[in-house]
């Protein structure tokens, strides 16, 4: 499995972005999938996660509320909607799944394909 993502940039405080995480390979629909971020000098941290079968989420308490995640299966792609961001959202986001099957996770070594991240930069 291999993931790209794409849509980070620069937005003011407030605003919104997308990130997008396009997948090749093998039963991407059977795998759930999550988005990790990364700030300098900062460990990488969960940020939301996607259920493979019934599409349940989850949220790190900071972007509850402001972020969602979801996918389409047909496009074999995962989303992230960011809104209201802050200063401290900024960081390179990551995309990455599990192997088919497996129940998602808040733990990033329970993910097994990443994508190579992209930089979100959110200041005036």
């Known amino acids: 499995v291999q993931l790209q993502a794409s849509g980070g940039g620069l937005v003011q405080p407030g605003g919104s972005l997308r990130l997008s995480c396009a997948a090749s390979?093998?039963?991407?629909?059977?795998?759930?999938t999550g988005w990790f971020r990364q700030a300098p000098g900062k460990e990488r941290e969960f940020v939301a996660a996607?259920?493979?079968?019934?599409?349940?989420?989850i949220y790190v308490d900071s972007v509850k509320g402001r972020f969602t995640i979801s996918r389409d299966n047909a496009k074999n792609t995962v989303y992230l909607q960011m809104a209201s961001l802050k200063p401290e959202d900024t960081a390179v986001y990551y995309c990455?799944?599990?192997?088919?099957?497996?129940?998602?996770?808040?733990?990033?070594?329970?993910?097994?394909?990443w994508g190579q991240g992209t930089q979100v930069t959110v200041s005036s």
């Open positions: 990455a799944a599990m192997r088919a099957g497996q129940a998602y996770s808040r733990e990033y070594t329970q993910y097994d394909y």
């Open positions: 390979g093998s039963s991407f629909s059977s795998r759930s």
């Open positions: 996607i259920l493979w079968n019934d599409g349940s989420t």
